[in-house]
């Protein structure tokens, strides 16, 4: 009997590794796919990919399993990167790794295994498929299901997520007990592909950014910010705000910005009220599931850490409503809002307006 032939994105992480361990044991016909997604050329030290790779071709030589690379990097700074940037002048706070997950790891990576003639893909997600529905991955602390919500659904009918049912303490004792090398290799960080950089200066080699007003609650000018396009709602750190006068002690927090004005609102306390939001309206809709209403009681999160938040889902063109039960604090347009019923990911959308 042939075996059924599965291509596993290897990263030369813990969890890719492992994933193409059990998928060997379960007696597929298992073969690696490194992919190269960011060219970068200026010696920058917070990009390992030669590291991975050594990584990742360590392991498959360890697995006996044939290792392949593919560079992917102008279709990821055609249809990621370039849309993050004009996403940041918009004076949004993209998330590349959704975008990513979308256009790169499940469509030409996808893509390449069907014109090699795979039966199916893999990652190391955290996430549980029944090949027609997402749902949450078996550790609520790594489920990543919140990145996977905007994957075409054909996709999930060819993709295994070997690791849907393990915590991730599991994950890295079988690495032990099998001699990978990466066992105890640190989770990877930051931008999908480009990892953990300093943002601002990162982002400005690629963005000029024009020097504004700070503003607190009153409208009073309390400093200058750099360019809108460097800060993020809920921001606490780098804001240059400090000892302003007849300000209490409480740490400043980025609350609004105007790109009208160019104008940055902060407010002081991690409670102030216009920190929180009740309502948001999304674009860029992506349902993973057809058959749900267009109004019910659900949860959301509207981040990747953040726990389920009650909320009543509306579902118009191309569009949802969310009205959330308790106000959520730094509700950030151009972040995604991710809707759920139970245990299953339903899709969601890119948040566009908040109330």
Partial sequence: MTKERVLVGLSGGVDSSVSC???????????????????????????????????AAFIADQLDIPLMQENFSREYKDRVFDYFLEELEAGR????????NKEIKFKEFYQYAMNHDFDYIATGHYAQTDHENLFKGSDESKDQSYFLHAIDKE????????LGKLKKDEVRTI??????????????????????????????????????NIVNDKEEVIGSHSGLAFYTLGQRQG?????????????WYVAKKDLTRNELTCVQGNNHPLLFSSELSTKNLFLLDETIPKDFEGTA??????????????IGNNSLKIVFDEPQRSVTPGQSVVIYKDNQCLGGGEISSIN
């Fill in 239 to 251: 804001l240059g705000i400090g000892g302003v006068k007849g300000a209490s002690d409480l740490p």
């Fill in 93 to 100: 706070t993209p998330n590349p790794d959704i975008l990513c």
């Fill in 155 to 162: 996709v999930l009918k060819q993709t295994l997520f070997p």
């Fill in 175 to 212: 690495a032990r007990e099998n001699n990978l090398i990466t066992s105890e290799k640190k989770d990877s960080t930051g931008i999908c592909f480009i990892g953990e950089r300093p943002f601002p200066e990162f982002v400005s080699k690629y963005l000029q950014g024009e020097v504004g």
């Fill in 301 to 314: 999160k509207v981040r990747y850490r953040q726990h389920d938040q009650n909320c009543n889902i509306s």
């Fill in 21 to 55: 361990l059990l998928l060997k044991q379960q007696g597929y016909d298992v073969h690696a796919l490194f992919m190269k997604n960011w060219d970068d050329d200026d010696g920058s030290p917070y990009c390992s990919a030669k590291e991975d790779f050594m990584d």
